[in-house]
């Protein structure tokens, strides 16, 4: 039994913000399946039925549920300027008659209600006033104005929430740096039209889709020791032996970009009512999602943005449950990929005694690829578990500087006097082989190939694309053109491997998990949107590891060819050989003296005889 899904509307944005979405969104979903798999496992656990006790040692009745199945129930809306229900004052919408724990109740047999009621809209409202929704739940036969006399709380749930949001308007920060223009939503002001000093306006906005769930459940609780989230969601009567069914006001699903403002041009709105009955174990994964993630603020994270969350959602609408559930378990496993290929990176590096077959050049170039992507996502406030993996990922190139070239800092050659120059010298191994040729060879190609697109990349980003400056535009156009052309940066490896026809210099163990992080990539390129030319560019990775598998499978084992380790086949056959010629020397030295020990023995024995015969 599903929800209402609301209509998914355009998104307004340039192609670069909703790169940064769907990276965003792919990071917010792997915390997500976290999230709700923890808190699943904690919910069980406390709901396992230990038997409590109180404070004389008596056992602890649990409270149930006052509604029992079967119960006839009466639900009423009404809206509100006021926080507190005064049933004379309040605008009434919309009533329907229930009953509890029937799921096949209802014109549609699965025991939802739906209706589109026209309001009208206060002036108070209007001008950006409070407007509050009254949703009531009550037995049937009592009645719900306090003024009654056979009025009983008792017997009645009410929940009351502002329907109305109050969001700062949202400034457009970005422009085409030419032209001065720039593609504003609506419901947002440009950064230039914003004077000097003054805050953002708040506005209140509204959304169109109301969707009311009932929690049917019939779980015993204890006063006191239900777990969080849900201790906010569960009430209990005066005396604790009964608690109150969940009435929730459900819209997780009202996503952020469908919010409309709400201003004098309106006099009244027409909303899309919904009530769906729930059970307790989606109850709870709503519970979890919506929560606040206490370890994100720990950490300094900040909030996921409308946009993050709205990409989340819009996955879990329009995705596949099979696939959807496929996903959420590989998102798990590329974490654990990832951690092993740092982990198998720096072991090969740590281990390599010859650079012979390695391109030194590509080394440099991931430093500058890495600090760029650094730049980039701390200039648009990323996540904090993303930007520490990416400063991770820097310092690990950074090493392998040190383990490809020679560092020396030269104290008699100051700058300025002041100084020390740093020097970088080659490696002897890299010198002495030809690998050095066939690198700078390949970077030689590579700069015919890259600089013109560099160029006309550049010139194309600053004609049609939006920047909040000139420092972000080099940072976005630098982070773009690797984003789309970054595999080229690859090939000097291949053109490397090609040369020496070899690949056993390769670290292949941490390759091959980097291949399986970028497999997934594939797959979640079809779950998360995002761009086109962004979806394609996740497969690029694939096909040049494609090139060193078929490049594998060609270059066959050759004894002369130099591993992983820095050594050969032929090393490792010539120390055999050192070995067995000892073994033979060893052998040759221990036949004579076994000879003269036997011949010595025998004399003895000869002696011993002919003394017994005399």
């Not at 709901?47 to 119960?71: L, W």
Request: charged letters at 20%.
């Amino acid at each position: 039994m599903a929800e209402t899904a609301p209509v998914v509307a355009g998104n307004v944005g340039g192609e670069q913000q909703q790169q940064q979405q769907a990276a965003s969104g792919w990071q917010l979903f792997r915390t997500f399946a976290f999230q709700m798999l923890i808190f699943y496992l904690i919910t069980s656990y406390f709901r396992s039925g230990k038997q409590s006790t109180g404070p004389d040692g008596e056992p602890i009745i649990p409270a149930v549920n006052i509604f029992p199945p079967g119960q006839e129930m009466e639900l009423s809306i009404f809206f509100s300027e006021d926080e507190e229900f005064e049933f004379s004052s309040s605008q009434h919408i919309w009533t329907v008659d229930l009953e509890y724990n029937n799921w096949e109740d209802g014109i549609h047999k699965d025991g939802s209600r739906y209706e589109d009621i026209t309001i009208n809209v206060p002036e108070s409202v209007q001008d950006n006033g409070t407007w509050y929704i009254h949703i009531l739940l009550v037995k049937s036969g009592y009645p719900i104005d306090p003024e009654d006399e056979e009025y009983d709380s008792d017997v009645m749930i009410h929940e009351v929430e502002l329907f109305n949001k109050y969001k700062k308007v949202r400034v457009h920060n970005t422009a085409n740096l030419l032209t001065g223009k720039a593609e504003v939503a609506p419901g947002e002001i440009k950064a230039s039209d914003r004077p000097e000093g003054v805050e953002s306006e708040i506005v209140s906005y509204w959304h169109p889709n109301i969707t009311v769930n009932l929690v049917y459940d019939g779980s015993q609780f204890i006063p006191g020791q239900v777990p969080e989230p849900l201790n906010k969601y569960i009430q209990f009567n005066e005396s604790g032996t009964g608690y109150y069914p969940v009435l929730y006001l459900n819209n997780y699903w009202n996503l952020a970009q469908e919010y409309m403002p709400l201003n004098n041009t309106m006099n009244n709105v027409t909303v899309h009512l919904t009530y769906t009955p729930l059970s307790f174990f989606r109850f709870q994964l709503y519970a979890s999602m919506t929560r606040d993630n206490p370890w994100g603020k720990w950490m300094g994270a900040p909030d996921p943005n409308d946009e993050d969350q709205d990409t989340v959602k819009q996955t879990l609408l329009e995705t596949n449950p099979y696939l959807l559930g496929l996903t959420i378990i590989v998102s798990i496993i590329h974490s654990v990929f990832e951690f092993l290929a740092f982990k198998n990176d720096v072991q090969f590096w740590r281990s390599r005694k010859s650079l012979e077959g390695l391109s030194v050049q590509s080394v440099f170039f991931n430093v500058f690829q890495s600090f760029i992507v650094l730049l980039y996502i701390l200039d648009n406030e990323t996540n904090f578990v993303v930007i520490i993996s990416i400063f991770i990922g820097l310092l690990i190139e950074l090493w392998k500087v040190t383990k490809v070239v020679d560092i020396r800092i030269d104290r008699n050659n100051l700058i300025g006097g002041v100084i020390p120059r740093i020097q970088f010298r080659d490696q002897p191994s890299y010198v002495q082989s030809s690998t050095k040729i066939y690198d700078k060879l390949a970077f030689k190609y590579l700069g015919c190939i890259l600089f013109p697109l560099f160029i006309g990349y550049g010139a194309y980003s600053l004609l049609y694309h939006e920047h909040k400056g000139w420092y972000s535009f080099l940072l976005s156009m630098c982070y773009g053109f690797l984003l789309t052309f970054g595999f080229i940066t690859m090939t000097p490896q291949l053109f490397i491997n090609y040369k020496l026809k070899s690949v056993a210099h390769l670290p292949w163990r941490m390759l091959t998990y980097k291949a399986l992080n970028t497999f997934i990539d594939d797959m979640f390129a079809f779950v998360i949107k995002m761009p086109t030319m962004y979806r394609i560019g996740c497969f690029r990775d694939d096909i040049v590891f494609f090139i060193y598998l078929y490049q594998r499978w060609i270059y066959r084992v050759d004894p002369k060819r130099v591993n992983e380790f820095g050594t050969t086949g032929e090393d490792h056959r010539t120390k055999q050989q050192v070995v067995q010629e000892n073994k033979d020397e060893t052998s040759d030295v221990k036949e004579p003296i076994e000879s003269e020990t036997n011949l010595l023995s025998e004399c003895d024995d000869k002696s011993n005889s002919d003394k017994k015969n005399d």
